[in-house]
């Protein structure tokens, strides 16, 4: 059975994100390059209350996943969080690993979170997001989905 542990990252240049950033790019995905930009720059440092970046590693300390919250920049209540930057590496997915690092972001998120949402433009993360329980809705200004959270102090 394969090993693997999840993080919270702090320090983005301390990982090595070249396998993530190839395979993304090379499938049309963009936003793991926007992450190290945004990143390096200060835009999106995940630091704010209730936000973090997270990693999932193999067995060989290899990230082969990747996602954060923010604080929803369009939704004017730091209550509701936005998941942000979540990409598998495809020779990990459907194995839980996904599944691992959402349910991870949002047993975190219950501390400060009332509700978390994401947008999404495909079939394939339409479906995983709604197997965890996200419900498919507009209600928020540039989200596909949402889910409610129990505040949990």
Known sequence: MLEFRIEKIT??????????MKESNENGFRFTERLVNDFRNGKNTFNQRGEGLYGVFNDKG????????????FANDPQIGRIRRVYVLKEYRRKGIGRFLINKILFDARRTFKEVVLH?????????YTSLGFSKSTCYQNSTHHIKLKLFM
């Open 11 to 20: 320090n983005l240049a301390s990982i090595d994100l070249t396998l993530l």
């Open 62 to 73: 290899v990230i082969i996943a990747i996602g954060g919250i923010n604080i929803d920049p």
């Open 120 to 128: 999404t433009e495909t079939v394939d993360a339409d479906q995983f």
